[in-house]
């Protein structure tokens, strides 16, 4: 029987608004790609755009480097 892959709760997901968490650091996000547990000790990886328009700048950072916003 296949194992059924589970999503940690808090985990973000694909079209989640996102905002840094970082210090210094002030932007706001969706998220548009989840890359998975690929960090050290299996700390999830995602991909950010920082607008929705289709040629806006896109960069990987870890979830826990980020807040989900309403």
Do not use: C, H
């Not at 999503?7 to 650091?25: C, E, Q």
């Not at 991909?47 to 289709?54: E, H, K, N, P």
């Amino acid at each position: 029987m296949a194992r059924k892959e589970r999503t940690p709760a808090g985990w973000l997901k694909v079209g989640d608004r996102v905002v840094s968490t970082t210090p210094g650091i002030d932007w706001r996000g969706v998220v548009v790609e989840d890359r998975g547990p690929l960090a050290i000790n299996g700390s999830q990886i995602v991909a950010i755009r920082l607008d929705y328009a289709l040629d806006a700048p896109q960069f990987e950072v870890r979830a826990e480097d980020l807040e989900r916003v309403g």
